[in-house]
């Protein structure tokens, strides 16, 4: 942040002395008046916090919603609910789209953060005609669940929406929000065929991953010796982990805001800030618990252990959690200026799990990213402006992301030309173009060396030492000496809940402000911006930013420094182990036989396949092979070659139309020259078919243009192939060969 300038008013001067006089008198008035107001909403903001505390089923969707299920009456009971949006125009959706499953975040807050806005994820997907549906959580867990109890129930969830909607053309897409994320893809990657595309946003997959001084909450653990204060927090809870301090550590990474800028933001703005500041603070102030168990889990083999990138994360009965198990495509989007989830976190498990994109595409995975240049954590799921682009373009494109060739790709945006001829092709207000992408492009993004994985391997390890010396000593006294009534106390006493309790009706000083502030608003006499006061006080507002910038990044610095430092100790690593061998510090997945085995099956069938098909695949496999040097896919081709697919697909289905777009893309990487060569011969199954479709396919090869050479040298060769005369001459041929056959005298034996 630059230097705050000198405000104008001082440079030019004021009228003195009366001049100075008055905007001090105006000013004084002002500021009382603001201070009055002030701590008025602050005692809203602490009414609306019991009030919303107090209910049994609290949340902040902006929606109306009904229960569909009840995680508390399932066999092994979860305190997460399955509800379904109702449409605020009580419009009926599309029976034949897939529904949208939005799955909130347990990190400290409430849920609802996906329909917090009509503007929303849950906002843009009703209004493209999906059925919404949202998985939230109850504020208290039940005694007994685990984390693998709530993807069981989650698990059922998704079982029950695919069930209310068997006209749908295609499977759930599944949105995972921030921490919700990771639970989707372990799910996921347990349970492949209850997903359709899955969107992550801002959520955290690869633990370790980040770029030098820019992403310090990744040491936090190596500050504390690893995880037993997670288990110290939870024993003096009695057995609960109290959300508010997961909320504690989001707000020590920006003290700027936590200390000055929200609280100045509504003072200077008291006469238009409060309805946005309440709305807000109604969400960030609901925290919730978990179980011990739970957080420790997530603390033990996530945060500090990073076992979800390298496979190593294992459910009861024994099986790998592995996110190469994943069929359905998957959608990241984080943003650089998200300092709690950056990219790297958010992107990095790709390279710790691929080797390249051809071992992505063995795997028949899609991956898509989008990364943001300057939106914050919580700006991805609140941002109005998110909420009309980007949530808009991946709700809008759901199919076409469904359909997408395996690979990996980033998705780009451009504002719609309304004179564009192809404007009616384009979903929204923004083009979407997914182009093709290395893992190269990833690493730039920022990535881990050796030596840091070291480090990060040695925090993991120390945290085991430390978690079994206070599980064996220190343990059994705390769960001695703590009940349900000291946890209580101590949830009460937090300094995020000891805020509100200052600023409430209960406090006598603040509750002989409310008729006041009655008054003030009829009296109200903002003072002018001229001011020289106000300028002095905004001046002074952008130094306490600097200022306390300025320590945050003396602070993380530091922090980091101190990291290094020790674990990067040689003495340290060998007392842990890390040194005994010349082990990776980090264990890369290696291939699965079996899975290697498949892919050459698999391989092997589609060599055989290649002149396999008619009309249809040909002109898909042809499109494909005039495209592919663009390493792009626009959404303008895809939408009419959906149409096509409606006029002449004879019903095929989304899932089926897929299928066929995956195995002619395949079919080319295996073998171009053979595939294209058995194009006439698919034409030529029906003639009039294939002529009709000749005309579908120069249309979408002028909609998204030729901009190489390759590609117009490849357009020339495919119209070349549409006018072969086997086209018309091959049914002839295969005619004569059948009658031949028919016409032999039948052996005799």
């Not at 060998?574 to 698999?602: N, T």
């Not at 117009?712 to 009658?739: G, N, W």
């Amino acid at each position: 942040m630059a230097e705050p300038a000198i405000p104008a008013a001082c440079e030019t001067g004021v009228q003195w002395p009366f001049g100075l006089l008055q905007d001090a008198w105006n000013y004084s008035i002002d500021a009382w008046q603001r201070s009055i107001l002030f701590l008025d909403v602050l005692e809203q903001r602490s009414a609306k916090y019991y009030e919303h505390a107090a209910k049994v089923a609290p949340h902040v969707l902006k929606f109306s919603c009904e229960l569909v299920l009840d995680g508390r009456e399932l066999k092994k009971p979860v305190n997460y609910v399955l509800a379904r949006i109702i449409p605020p125009d009580c419009k009926k959706p599309d029976k034949f789209k897939r529904p949208f499953v939005i799955v909130d975040p347990r990190a400290g807050h409430g849920p609802g953060i996906g329909g917090f806005k009509p503007q929303s994820e849950i906002g843009v997907a009703m209004k493209a005609g999906h059925p919404c549906y949202f998985i939230g959580f109850l504020p208290d867990p039940v005694s007994s669940q685990t984390i693998e109890d709530i993807a069981e129930a989650e698990a059922k969830f998704l079982e029950h929406v695919i069930s209310l909607h068997p006209e749908a053309d295609g499977k759930p897409a599944v949105i995972g929000n921030c921490q919700a994320g990771w639970a989707v893809m372990m799910l996921a990657a347990a349970r492949p065929e209850l997903f359709g595309p899955i969107i992550v946003a801002g959520s955290p997959l690869s633990y370790w991953a980040g770029a030098p001084k820019q992403n310090p909450m990744r040491y936090t653990a190596g500050a504390l010796g690893g995880t037993w204060t997670t288990a110290l927090l939870g024993d003096v809870g009695n057995g609960k982990f109290d959300g508010a301090w997961l909320v504690s550590n989001f707000e020590n990474l920006n003290p700027a805001n936590t200390l000055w800028s929200k609280h100045y933001n509504l003072y200077s703005k008291i006469d238009t800030e409060a309805p946005r500041y309440l709305e807000f603070e109604q969400w960030w102030g609901g925290h919730v618990l978990l179980n011990a168990g739970e957080m420790q889990f997530i603390a033990d083999e996530l945060f500090v252990g990073n076992k979800l990138s390298s496979a190593s994360v294992r459910s009861s009965n024994g099986n790998l959690i592995d996110l190469r198990n994943i069929s359905s495509p998957i959608v990241i989007f984080c943003s650089k200026a998200d300092n709690i989830t950056p990219p790297p976190q958010a992107l990095n498990w790709i390279i710790d799990l691929y080797d390249s994109v051809e071992d992505i595409r063995a795997h028949g995975q899609t991956i898509v990213y989008a990364v943001h240049e300057s939106i914050g954590h919580l700006g991805i799921f609140v941002s109005g402006s998110i909420a009309k682009k980007e949530h808009d373009q991946f709700a809008n494109n759901i199919d076409l992301i469904d359909t997408l060739p395996p690979g990996l790709y980033e998705a780009v945006m451009t504002l719609k030309d309304p004179d564009d001829p192809t404007a009616d092709l384009i979903l929204g207000d923004y083009l979407i173009r997914f182009e093709a992408r290395s893992l190269d492009d990833i690493r730039e993004l920022g990535s881990n060396s050796e030596d840091d994985d070291r480090e990060f391997a040695t925090v993991a390890r120390l945290s085991e030492i430390n978690l079994g010396l206070y599980r064996t000593f220190v343990q059994p006294w705390i769960q001695t000496w703590t009940n349900e009534s000291s946890a209580e106390l101590m949830r009460r006493l937090h300094p995020l809940r000891m805020q509100y309790e200052f600023f409430s009706g209960a406090n006598p000083f603040i509750r002989s402000l409310a008729s006041d502030a009655v008054r003030l608003r009829e009296r109200r006499r903002p003072v002018s911006k001229d001011n020289i006061f106000w300028q002095i006080q905004e001046w002074f507002g952008d130094w306490m930013v600097l200022a306390l910038d300025a320590y945050r990044d003396t602070r993380d610095d530091a922090a980091q420094a101190w990291f290094h430092a020790i674990y990067s100790s040689p003495f340290l690593q060998a007392a842990v182990g890390l040194r005994a061998s010349d082990e990776i510090p980090r264990l890369r997945v290696g291939d699965d036989p079996a899975h290697h085995a498949l892919v050459e099956k698999k391989i092997a069938e589609l060599k055989q396949r290649l002149a396999d098909g008619g009309p249809r695949e040909a002109v898909i496999r042809a499109l494909l092979y005039v495209r592919m040097p663009d390493g792009a896919v626009d959404e303008r081709g895809f939408n009419l070659l959906r149409r096509m697919r409606d006029e002449t697909g004879k019903g095929l289905n989304l899932a089926a139309f897929k299928q066929i777009l995956r195995e002619q893309f395949l079919m080319l990487l295996l073998d171009e020259r053979r595939a294209v060569a058995a194009i006439p011969e698919m034409l030529a199954t029906d003639p009039d078919l294939a002529t009709r479709m000749k005309g579908k396919l120069d249309r979408m090869i002028e909609l998204v243009g030729v901009h190489s050479k390759l590609v117009r040298e490849r357009l020339a060769e495919v119209e070349a192939l549409f006018e072969s005369e086997d086209i018309t001459t091959m049914p002839a041929k295969q005619a004569a060969i059948s009658t031949s056959r028919n016409s032999r005298p039948e052996k005799r034996h």
